[in-house]
């Protein structure tokens, strides 16, 4: 059964850090990995998708890479500003069957302090 | 495209009562997906169709909830009669293989 663990649960950062946020999942056979963004009361927005066959996606200051033979993947946000802050989900959809389930992660608060 | 559309935004509502929540998905798009999300148990994929076909219910919590796609431009999912502990967040999502999921804005339910 794939299980997705995010570390760390919350993250505090001043404004203009680099940052990483860790994902880990248990099985490596997926099919792709997905980057959301989650605002307080809002609903999850993509930032990144990674398929299989690939090892990182570059959107702006975001930078996501995927490891499937560790199972890791980061998320990488440079220069960061308040505007960031908000909870981070990884997701991994894996291979096998009819499926095209996504499997989240607890996710990442962020908090850029300014 | 105007996205993935759920309505209603809020649902306020007293135990017993039927709840409807409804869902557009993205047009050609042949996923759907039901999810509901508490601060407890994060999110939950409940219930996934494939073509307007139920794929995999098993997360659908018990027989009060019910789902259906009449075509493949909409999607309801139902609690009858609903319960305090049905209070939470449903997220409705449309994808593509090889494509990522877009969600909907979701729909906050309170049961009182």
């Known amino acids: 059964k794939q299980e997705v663990t995010q570390i760390p649960a919350a993250l505090s950062v001043p404004e203009g850090e680099n940052l990483v946020l860790n994902c880990s999942f248990t099985d490596s056979a997926i099919y792709n990995l997905q980057w959301f963004r989650q605002d307080p009361g809002k609903g999850l927005t993509s930032l990144l998708l990674i398929q299989s066959s690939q090892r990182e996606q570059t959107s702006g200051r975001l930078n996501a890479s995927l490891d499937k033979s560790s199972g890791r993947s980061t998320l990488y946000i440079a220069a960061s500003q308040p505007g960031d802050s908000a909870t981070y989900l990884c997701a991994v959809q894996n291979y096998g069957g009819a499926t095209n389930k996504l499997i989240f992660g607890t996710g990442t608060l962020l908090a850029v302090q300014p | 495209d105007a996205g993935v559309i759920q309505s209603p935004r809020h649902e306020v509502t007293e135990m017993g009562q039927e709840v409807t929540l409804r869902c557009k998905p993205i047009s050609g798009h042949d996923y759907l997906f039901w999810y509901r999300q508490t601060m407890m148990r994060g999110l939950e994929l409940l219930i996934y169709?494939?073509?307007?076909?139920?794929?995999?219910d098993s997360g659908m919590p018990e027989d009060r909830f019910s789902a259906k796609m009449p075509n493949a431009s909409f999607s309801t999912l139902k609690i009858q009669p609903s319960e305090p502990r049905d209070s939470a967040v449903y997220f409705c999502?449309?994808?593509?293989?090889?494509?990522?999921?877009?969600f909907g804005s979701g729909t906050r339910l309170t049961v009182v």
């Open positions: 999502a449309s994808s593509s293989v090889g494509y990522g999921y877009t």
């Open positions: 169709f494939n073509n307007n076909v139920p794929i995999d």
